[in-house]
């Protein structure tokens, strides 16, 4: 029997609430396809923090031994803002060097967007977004700190070895999907990083040539994301503009309910992260109001992950099927509660009852069958 060893952090708000749904999503998936998981559950977040100060580096050798994690949400009102999210998201992301950020963004049959003209005939493209590097790597200093000459720097860390590793995994992603990758940059305005950046993929573009090359600005990507979605097939950007765009990529696929992500470490070093893009929510939390489908979603990244396919394409054809039933993406009047869309999805795949062919070339199966890098 093929069994992964998974740790559960679902973390603050409505966090334990929608693992709770993938949870129960797990199990049916694990029945149906013959894998079993040993699940290690890791508190973590703002009351663990609170009570006994603990934050990511304390758990890092338990989550070590795992080959992959589920991951809530973290934030809590009754924290300082950047605590936690420095303490766990990105503390996970840069030490566990999980340097793809794989964000999907396509609109599912049945689920509501608010820009006209986009449907899931023309939305189904995938953000591959830098998760290590670039300002996030919290290098900055400031002088004369309250005083009118305050001055700050806040810097961002572009190498070649970092860029090239995301580059090349999304090239492999657009060689399993339409072939065509755009790099979004600011290299008319932040040339340094820009060139490297350009140099770069237009390098590694001689590696894969059945892939086309593009390139597009930050600021034009905004404008052609939700006017002409289908322009874009893999998309590979630096980290604080893959922030930004995933945002307006969850808005065009209708919401943060159902946008997922994957933040793979590419080299198996350490565990990859699976997590929804939707953050802690606390003002809704415990009231059921929260959709669980952007954490079923991950699970299902997840086990498209660690090679379970079947299972990852069954469980985003049952989600699927399910949203598109909701009445509305989240609050009380979605038509049921987080625990019973997670019961429902689950049940839809222990009984197999869900049309994989409603999802042309699901991600979840093209990160199971990655192609091999290119790179010597
Ligand atoms: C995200 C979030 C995080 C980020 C925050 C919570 C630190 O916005 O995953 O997109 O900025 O990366
Ligand atoms: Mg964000």
């Given at each position: ?67 992959a994690i589920l991951f ?188 997922t992500s994957a933040n ?8 990859s992260m699976f997590e ?19 954490s079923?979603?991950s699970l299902s990244l997840l086990?498209?992950h ?71």
């Amino acid at each position: 029997m093929r069994t992964y060893k998974i740790a559960v952090m679902p973390g603050d708000g409505i966090g334990p609430e929608v693992v709770a749904g993938a949870l129960a999503v797990l199990k049916a998936a694990e029945e149906r396809f013959g894998f079993t998981t040993e699940k290690r559950h890791i508190a973590g977040g703002a009351n663990d923090y609170l009570k006994t100060g603990k934050l990511f580096a304390d758990y890092a050798d338990e989550l070590s031994e795992c080959e992959a994690i589920l991951f809530g949400s973290m934030g809590d009102p009754r924290v300082t803002p950047g605590i936690l999210e420095r303490g766990y998201i990105l503390a996970m992301r840069q030490d566990f060097q999980q340097s793809a950020n794989v964000r999907p963004v396509r609109l599912y049959p049945g689920v509501e967007t608010p820009i006209k003209n986009v449907t899931p005939e023309n939305c189904d493209f995938v953000i591959v977004r830098e998760n290590t590097e670039g300002s996030y790597v919290g290098q900055g200093s400031t002088v004369h700190e309250g005083t009118p000459n305050a001055v700050a720097m806040q810097e961002s860390l572009n190498t070649r070895q970092g860029i090239e590793r995301v580059v090349d995994y999304a090239f492999r992603l657009a060689l399993g999907r339409r072939k065509k990758l755009t790099l979004c940059h600011k290299t008319n305005v932040l040339v340094a990083a820009g060139k490297l950046w350009q140099t770069t993929v237009n390098e590694l573009a001689k590696l894969y040539p059945e892939v086309s090359v593009d390139y597009c600005h930050v600021d034009a990507m905004c404008f052609h994301m939700p006017l002409d979605p289908a322009r874009f097939d893999v998309v590979v950007t630096d980290n604080l503009f893959g922030d930004i765009i995933t945002d307006l990529g969850a808005v065009i696929q209708g919401g943060l309910g159902v946008s997922t992500s994957a933040n793979v470490n590419l080299e198996g070093t350490h565990p990859s992260m699976f997590e929804a893009i939707h953050g802690s929510a606390p003002d809704i939390a415990g009231k059921g109001w929260a959709n669980p489908a952007g954490s079923v979603l991950s699970l299902s990244l997840l086990l498209g992950h660690l090679g379970e396919g079947k299972a990852a394409a069954a469980i985003e054809a049952a989600t699927v099927r399910v949203i598109g039933e909701l009445k509305a993406m989240a609050g009380p009047e979605m038509g049921l509660n987080t625990a019973e869309i997670g019961q429902r999805i689950a049940e839809l795949v222990a009984a197999g009852d869900y049309d994989t062919e409603l999802i042309p070339d699901p991600l979840v199966s093209t990160l199971a069958t990655l192609p091999a890098s290119r790179r010597g």
